[in-house]
């Protein structure tokens, strides 16, 4: 093992750029937003690792604009109808919720250029109020939570705060997953596992109300598959929770696995274990990348549209994927 770390060292010391993008000119600097529809064959839509999700449509987004990429968090707005999408660079990705064509990319600075220094705009997670345009981001390494007032793409801070609980959590294990309950409580779920020899359980907090007021989160722990951890989360109309987890599966290049596990936090307790059932399983032939993002909007039928985006990390043998998936929300019992 030590061998092989001290090799990989070695190999992206000698090849920075074989596996990063290079800093984009003054013409990249504006670039369009090329979506391009992968197709799928139609026996594998419905695999049976993917459980009762059926998978609509993939598109490979790709742009040489210096605000794209990195994204980490999804959410579905009320702006008009909306994906919107927070990268680990303090930018956003807005786009029309898309149907048969994918259009009107734009992508937007979260923060100034100006506001304080890179850690303070590395967003890992956010969530949404409808019925005040409110929008939270928890940012890691420093692990603060961020609140916005959001309208028509621009994006206003309105509160600050390191809670002191979050804030033991290390800098690159921080909240990578973090929600708002229909209750107006909040979760934030630590990527790491719980333990050197642990492989399901993750440290969790529990807010009772916005955490930009709340310092007096509630420890729990939240066990999901084994091997995987927690990137992102979206609450489902019924009130439970959906959380997408990523495994790497292999570095060079980069290969990964992810899972969709569900959740009723009804059943969260402090102190206590909360436990999720794994639904789908995200591999095999499909296009799969690095899945940090999951937004959910109600569909036609009763059905829901679940939305994953994947995160290249800029780097240049990763992509940037965003897959359309509808369910039956009662096959997820």
Avoid: C
Wanted: proline fraction near 7%.
């Amino acid at each position: 093992m030590y061998r092989f770390i001290a090799l990989l060292i070695v190999v992206l010391g000698l090849a920075p750029g074989t596996w990063w993008r290079v800093v984009p000119s003054e013409r990249q600097l504006h670039g369009a937003i090329a979506a391009s529809e992968l197709q799928v064959p139609a026996q594998d839509r419905q695999m049976p690792h993917l459980g009762p999700f059926v998978l609509e449509k993939v598109w490979k987004l790709e742009s040489r604009h210096h605000l794209f990429g990195g994204y980490s968090a999804l959410l579905v707005t009320h702006e008009g109808g909306e994906l919107l999408a927070f990268s680990d660079q303090g930018n956003s990705l807005r786009m029309r919720l898309p149907g048969p064509v994918l259009s009107d990319l734009e992508p937007t600075r979260v923060f100034s250029s100006h506001y304080r220094g890179k850690s303070w705009r590395d967003i890992e997670a956010a969530a949404y109020d409808p019925d005040t345009s409110t929008i939270w981001t928890a940012v890691e390494n420093i692990n603060a939570i961020l609140r916005f007032n959001y309208r028509d793409g621009n994006f206003a801070i309105n509160g600050v705060a390191v809670p002191p609980k979050l804030f033991k959590w290390s800098g690159n294990s921080g909240p990578e997953t973090f929600l708002r309950l229909e209750n107006g409580r909040f979760i934030a779920l630590r990527e790491s596992f719980d333990g050197l020899f642990e492989r399901r359980r993750h440290v969790a907090l529990l807010f009772d109300r916005d955490p930009v007021e709340d310092r007096d989160a509630k420890h729990f722990a939240m066990s999901g598959p084994e091997g995987f951890r927690p990137t992102d989360a979206a609450l489902m109309p019924d009130g439970r929770v959906m959380i997408l987890f990523r495994r790497l599966l292999w570095p060079l290049p980069a290969r990964f696995a992810g899972r969709i596990a569900i959740g009723d936090p009804d059943e969260i307790r402090p102190g206590k274990t909360w436990r999720v059932k794994e639904v789908a399983k995200l591999s095999s032939s499909l296009p799969v990348d690095n899945f940090e993002g999951l937004a959910i909007e109600p569909g036609d039928d009763g059905r829901l549209v679940v939305w994953l985006i994947s995160d290249d990390n800029r780097a240049l043998y990763q992509q940037t994927l965003l897959w359309k998936l509808t369910v039956d929300p009662r096959s997820l019992r």
